[in-house]
């Protein structure tokens, strides 16, 4: 297993998960700023996997080394799996959390099936290119407001199966046991991706 992997996001707070769920594995995870930057990867794919993919093997070739990349979003069923692989652009190019939030709420005022799902796909790749991908979900519910000053994204909103608190309500450290991030980091290391 290496011991050093580079985490193909800018998003701060994704790494600090990744490094979080990664540590006790022995695994150091490297931001963009510790390897000075990471190259623009255009995400156009149809599904995670096509983007996390393009990911971490243009920044892997980038670079010159082992690299892990995620995409996620949330999907919502009675929106036919929307904001899915736009969660990030939701409300529009340059979106944020705050906006993409408020769009969701509001599309979703007079819908009674609140189900949603969190997925994540994380790639890994080096320079030479794909060690494989795996996949992680968490079901749940949106809530009618946002709820709770943690996490990020569509956190505030999201409340986990067998849970009260959404995810920005719930301490980073049990968020963690459970995310679709997390989720997909355990299933990646189960199938060997990191050596």
Do not use: W
């Not at 490094?19 to 794919?45: C, F, K, S, T």
């Not at 690299?67 to 979003?73: E, I, M, R, T, Y």
């Not at 949603?116 to 080096?126: D, G, L």
């Amino acid at each position: 297993m290496t011991n050093e992997i580079v985490a193909a996001t800018g998003n701060r707070h994704k790494i600090a998960e990744i490094q979080a769920i990664l540590a006790p594995l022995g695994l150091r995870v490297l931001g963009a700023n510790e390897v000075g930057g990471m190259p623009d990867v255009l995400e156009d794919g149809e599904t995670f996997r096509d983007n996390a993919v393009k990911k971490a093997l243009g920044c892997a070739q980038a670079l010159g080394r082992t690299v892990l990349a995620d995409d996620s979003g949330l999907e919502v069923f009675a929106l036919n799996g929307a904001p899915g692989v736009h969660s990030a652009r939701y409300a529009g190019e340059g979106g944020n959390d705050g906006r993409n939030l408020s769009k969701l709420l509001r599309e979703m005022t007079d819908i009674v099936d609140r189900r949603a799902r969190f997925v994540a796909v994380i790639a890994v790749a080096t320079p030479e290119g794909l060690i494989g991908t795996a996949e992680g979900e968490v079901r749940g519910v949106i809530t009618t407001a946002p709820r709770g000053q943690g996490g990020f994204g569509y956190d505030p909103v999201f409340v986990p199966e067998g849970e009260t608190e959404t995810f920005a309500e719930l301490p980073a450290a049990v968020k963690n046991t459970m995310s679709h991030r997390g989720n997909a980091l355990k299933a990646a290391v189960a199938a060997g991706l990191f050596g």
